[in-house]
């Protein structure tokens, strides 16, 4: 079974940061695209596993 990819918009969702800060996280190696579409402005694709592991969990009171 494939895993379905996700877009750099959801990834910002998920993950509530700004398009610049997954920008910085892929160049650092903190979260890497697992498809790069050709050209140089090809959507990146990541995946939600990787995304999900980087989701702080919610502080209980």
């Known amino acids: 079974m494939e895993t379905e990819l996700i ?27 697992i498809h790069k579409a050709p050209g140089t402005t090809g959507p990146r694709l990541y995946d939600p596993a990787d995304v999900d592991a980087l989701v702080k969990p919610a502080v209980s009171a």
Request: hydrophobic residues 35%; aromatic residues 4%; proline residues 4%.
């Open 7 to 33: 877009g750099a918009a959801e990834v910002c969702e998920r993950l509530r940061i700004s398009r610049s800060t997954l920008q910085r996280w892929a160049v650092s190696g903190r979260l890497e695209p």
